[in-house]
């Protein structure tokens, strides 16, 4: 049971390239997560969705671009990587109980240059 | 506006007690979490706490929640070096978010 896998597990892109981390879930949750976490902010959420075909914006989505064809899969794309987007990358789910715990992959780490 | 607050270290000897602190804002957070993170990996739900209950104990971990000043810890018992970890602290944030604190990287020292 692999729960919640990320790939690339590290990456390394120039400044201007886009890049897309993947993210892939066995359990079936219906929601998913995109956070970004940097020394001293935390963790801060870019992009989740609700369900195939539902997203929505998250407090730092500029430059992101997602999309959920599928339940099991998140993508997370960025467009036009730039220095500021290097970081590490979270993919999360939401269990289906009433306690809106998450669920984390072991991460992306993005390097741009 | 939606914050949540936590001391950046700590450091404790192995074998005593840690307490990790954590303050929010939204008085309406339904669940309150910690998650803990070894280093290069994930986010790991170590435990968490309904927004009526004022305590909640599993095994060495003791959370403890003051609705009135908004304020949560995380105490461990009997802390090890496998301890030795970033802590964060959550709250619900609405739409089924979560709104992390900026982490609180306990040292555990012989």
């Known amino acids: 049971d692999a729960g919640i896998t990320q790939s690339p597990r590290y990456k390394i892109t120039e400044t201007g390239r886009q890049v897309t981390l993947m993210c892939h879930q066995t359990?079936?949750?219906?929601?998913m997560f995109w956070y970004r976490q940097d020394l001293g902010h935390g963790l801060r959420l870019i992009y989740y969705?609700?369900?195939?075909?539902?997203?929505d914006k998250g407090e730092v989505s500029d430059g992101y671009v997602v999309s959920r064809s599928k339940t099991e899969n998140f993508p997370l794309t960025l467009e036009s990587a730039t220095r500021s987007q290097t970081s590490v990358y979270f993919c999360?789910?939401?269990?289906?109980?009433?306690?809106?715990?998450?669920?984390f992959g072991p991460g992306t780490r993005l390097t741009v240059t | 506006g939606e914050d949540v607050e936590q001391s950046l270290f700590l450091s404790v000897r192995e074998g005593d007690s840690s307490v990790i602190n954590c303050t929010y804002t939204?008085?309406?957070?339904?669940?309150l979490y910690w998650y803990k993170q070894e280093p290069g990996a994930g986010l790991q739900l170590l435990t968490y706490?309904?927004?009526?209950?004022d305590m909640k104990q599993d095994q060495r971990l003791t959370v403890l929640l003051n609705k009135k000043d908004k304020h949560l810890s995380l105490r461990i018992a009997d802390t090890q070096t496998g301890d030795s970890a970033i802590y964060f602290c959550?709250?619900?944030?609405?739409?089924?978010?979560?709104?992390f604190g900026a982490g609180t990287r306990l040292a555990v020292h012989p």
């Open positions: 359990w079936s949750h219906s929601y």
């Open positions: 939204d008085s309406s957070s339904t669940y």
């Open positions: 706490i309904f927004s009526n209950m």
């Open positions: 999360a789910t939401r269990g289906e109980g009433g306690t809106y715990e998450q669920y």
């Open positions: 959550a709250e619900t944030g609405g739409y089924n978010k979560l709104i």
């Open positions: 969705s609700a369900a195939a075909d539902i997203t």
